[in-house]
Structures are given as structure tokens and as C-alpha cells.
């Protein structure tokens, strides 16, 4: 992979890990803020997100899982 690929790569990651994170954290008030919207909404997120996942993963790089760990610590941190 070029740099500008695994630039490309890291923002992904680390987005991806982010997004679980804050998925899991506020599941709860998506629920409450969107109704029955958040039925629809909740399949489309986690479909996003795990595909995203599985093409981090199919990279078979440790950098990359490293970023997505670091974005879904870095989510969970925050308020």
C-alpha cells in the first residue's frame, strides 16, 4: 500500500472504531431521541460499521486494528 492508501486507511479506522464505540455508548438515547426511526437506524449503522470492520480486517495490518482500538477507547473516554 502507498502512504496516501494507509493515510486513507487510518482516518477509516480510527472512524470505525470511534463509531462503535459511540454506538454502544448511546444506543439508549438513539432510541429515545428517533422512535421508531431507530429501528431503521440500527441495522444501518451496525451494517456500516461491521463492514467497515471486516475490510479493516481482511488488510491483515496490527497498525490498523491499533487505530480502531485507539478510536474506540478514545470513544468510550469521552463524555
Known amino acids: 500500500m502507498t502512504t496516501t492508501d494507509w493515510i486513507l486507511w487510518s482516518v477509516i479506522a480510527f472512524g470505525d472504531g470511534y ?8 444506543i439508549g438515547e438513539l432510541a429515545r431521541r428517533w422512535g421508531f426511526f431507530a429501528a431503521l437506524l440500527f441495522p444501518i449503522i451496525l451494517t456500516v460499521l461491521v463492514v467497515t470492520g471486516a475490510m479493516i480486517a481482511d488488510l491483515k495490518s496490527i497498525a490498523l486494528s491499533l ?3 485507539v478510536g474506540f477507547i478514545l470513544g468510550m473516554i469521552r463524555r
Open 67 to 69: 487505530v480502531v482500538a
Open 19 to 26: 463509531g462503535f464505540a459511540r454506538f454502544a455508548k448511546n
